[in-house]
């Protein structure tokens, strides 16, 4: 992965803190959110009920869908839109990557309140909220580790994420903020609640979920862009991120989200996948104790309904907020009705006093049927408080068997894991053992190799043993553990000189079939 050159705006101690702030690095070269024809009559407002939103403090919300105007000059929008950088100074590599690349928008009295984006997305994908918003709140908006423009220092976890974000802001000087984040921002904030409860005042969830689909469905999408690049993330984000109809009336906006996603720098994409696939709080919801509210968008089927319920029943001081007509990037899709349940929630649900209410013990999220999500939606949103959550005894020191399944499931992949469970019977169960806890939870969770060299030396080993019948999964693993094609083709080239031609040639023909069907970009 290449990284590029990076620069940081004037010291934290003296910020610009003017209407419409800069931010780190280059000028943002992300388009600003193409404007959409405003609906031909306004959508309800929100009908939010249960404690805290029954009277909305401030005036009400106002629609921030814009209508088309009259064409003009791609160019001359953008530079109208985008606001012009202050003279950047050097930035040190040992300060490189401790920051992400913002923008501030508001009045710079006001309470802050942070703003997340989703994968593959810029801070414009908040471009409708942020007019409403930056009348009551200094907004603070964020770019991930290589959208953007943003410098590309691939962040490993959801936690390095936050703990950027948490320095960014420190050299800010801001200390207490409200927070909302989409998809991969809402696992942010929901790790800045549990890590750093005494600076987050009030919580939104936006398109969000204690554990993100399968660990292998995202280490999967990173072996597809180390091996094809961004383009087939980009062709597909459309069918992910909005409902067909409004996919089928604004092709402006579907040219404007392909081009965000192309424009990411892949290892950061890559990174974030990665992020993702580890990211699992469902045992930890009821640690978070902050008003919450859990928005989600009807027709979202990339965190959809059932995992903001399950948000919702884990966190003591949940809300949920439906919107209908609305896909993953609700905020885009639905602006006027995501401005209002924001700003309704963030008007009444405020922790002002960082020690207002203590952190509840540790208790897991609930599993909750799927037949309670069978229930009938609100016409727009519907809030609801957490139900009780039973007790728990605190967490047990993972065992090796424990710490084995977790690396036999992140390296080979859950299905594999799952083939060999259900073929396992009195006969094998031992053995199975056996492999979890010794190869698993002793040699491949030792630190003194990475996985990439271990997937190398296992390749290695299984051609010079002839054991070529692990071959395929451990191809699968070694794409999955950071090898491109090229390296597995150079690791097989360097065995057919110290293992033979014939062992060689065998092993490159299982590869190749692996290759071709882990990196072929679904249709």
Request: negative net charge.
């Amino acid at each position: 992965m290449s990284e590029v050159s990076e620069t940081t705006p004037q010291p934290p101690h003296a910020p610009h803190l003017g209407g419409s702030a800069p931010h780190l690095g280059p000028p943002h070269p992300g388009p600003p959110l193409p404007a959409v024809p405003a609906p031909a009559a306004a959508a309800p407002a929100p009908q939010l009920t249960g404690p805290g939103f029954s009277h909305p403090v401030g005036p009400p919300a106002t629609p921030v869908q814009q209508p088309v105007p009259a064409p003009h000059s791609p160019a001359a929008d953008h530079a109208a839109a985008t606001p012009q950088p202050q003279p950047p100074t050097p930035q040190t590599p040992t300060e490189a990557p401790r920051t992400l690349q913002y923008r501030f928008d508001g009045p710079e009295d006001a309470p802050v309140l942070v703003i997340g984006p989703s994968l593959g997305t810029t801070w414009h994908m908040w471009d409708r909220q942020v007019p409403e918003l930056a009348q009551h709140w200094r907004v603070f908006r964020y770019d991930l580790p290589g959208h953007g423009g943003a410098p590309a220092h691939a962040a490993p976890s959801v936690a390095e994420l936050a703990d950027r974000l948490i320095a960014t802001l420190d050299g800010l000087g801001v200390q207490r903020f409200g927070y909302a984040g989409c998809s991969i921002g809402g696992a942010v904030g929901a790790d800045l609640a549990l890590r750093h409860p005494h600076r987050v005042a009030s919580l939104a969830l936006v398109a969000s979920s204690p554990r993100f689909g399968s660990a292998d469905e995202f280490r999967q999408r990173g072996v597809i862009v180390r091996a094809n690049g961004l383009e087939p993330m980009a062709r597909t984000a459309p069918e992910r991120w909005f409902t067909p109809g409004f996919a089928a009336a604004q092709p402006a906006i579907v040219e404007w989200a392909v081009q965000m996603v192309r424009t990411t720098d892949p290892g950061c994409y890559i990174a974030a996948c990665e992020a993702l696939a580890a990211f699992d709080i469902r045992d930890h919801l009821g640690r978070i104790g902050v008003p919450t509210l859990v928005l989600v968008g009807a027709e979202d089927q990339v965190t959809g309904p059932a995992e903001a319920r399950t948000l919702v029943a884990g966190i003591p001081d949940a809300r949920l907020a439906l919107v209908p007509g609305a896909s993953h990037l609700a905020p885009v899709e639905q602006p006027a009705a995501v401005c209002d349940l924001l700003l309704t929630h963030f008007s009444t649900a405020w922790q002002d006093a960082p020690t207002a209410a203590p952190v509840p013990p540790l208790v897991p999220g609930p599993a909750t049927p799927a037949a309670s999500f069978a229930a009938p939606f609100a016409p727009l949103a519907e809030i609801a408080p957490a139900p009780e959550a039973p007790e728990a005894a605190g967490p047990q020191q993972e065992s090796r068997h424990e710490r084995g399944t977790k690396m036999r499931r992140e390296v080979l992949g859950d299905a594999h894991v799952d083939a060999v469970n259900a073929s396992t019977d009195p006969f094998t169960e031992d053995f199975q053992e056996l492999v979890t806890r010794y190869e698993w939870g002793e040699a491949w969770s030792r630190d003194g190799l990475d996985r990439r060299t271990r997937s190398c030396v296992t390749l290695t080993a299984l051609v010079a043993s002839g054991h070529l019948e692990g071959l395929a999964a451990h191809t699968r693993a070694a794409l999955r553990n950071g090898l491109t094609p090229a390296e597995i083709k150079e690791v097989l080239l360097q065995t057919a000189v110290y293992c033979g031609i014939p062992a060689a040639g065998a092993a490159f023909t299982i590869a190749q079939s692996v290759i071709q069907e882990e990196t072929t970009p679904p249709a």
